[in-house]
């Protein structure tokens, strides 16, 4: 009596000619796009200049925004003494709060406008994108804050003072007393996506 034949198993191919062929080589169309841990590096890094750039020229919208929104602190010149004196029209009004006020209200908002729209597009986040929305935010703010002071009453205010007049009020220049409003928009992008993508992001197999 003899034992019933069964067929041997498949021999196991390891060969590292299998292994090369398992992942695409680099510079395939399959290298370096998007995929099951996300994209590569170099993706990351361009879509992060990509939105800095973006970003920093939303900082035109935002100076137009602060330069027409902005309330104008009143002044007032007077000759009598011989010289030109220019002072403040309403010594305890608040204008020049509001003016700072004004500016950081705006970069909040669009402090969570341009987070949410990266997340939108990028749900999955990433290091470079979270640098890229502090980066344009700061850039994005200091071009705003230089176009409206650029848009704004001249800085020269005795000249402003002769030109129209003794005792005729007249808009100061627009400033920025409160330097610290410059990081209202970088620190909302940055704080306002990193809740987003903590929310609502995916998730590893093994988080969930």
Known sequence: MTAPLTPPPPPHDNSPHQAWQASPPAGSPGAGTYGQDGPGMKTEVREAAVITVAMTVCGLLLGLLWWWLAPHVPLVGDASGGGWVVYLKDSEGEQAAGVDGTFTLLGLGLGLVSAVVVFLLRRRGGVPLVV???????????????????????????????AVGKGVTFPAPLKLSAKGALLAWPLAAVLVHLGLTALFGPRDPEQQ
């Open 132 to 162: 890229a929305l502090g980066l344009g935010g700061l850039l994005g703010s200091v071009v705003a804050w230089r176009l409206g002071v650029w848009l704004g009453p001249t800085s020269d205010v005795l000249a402003h003072a002769r």
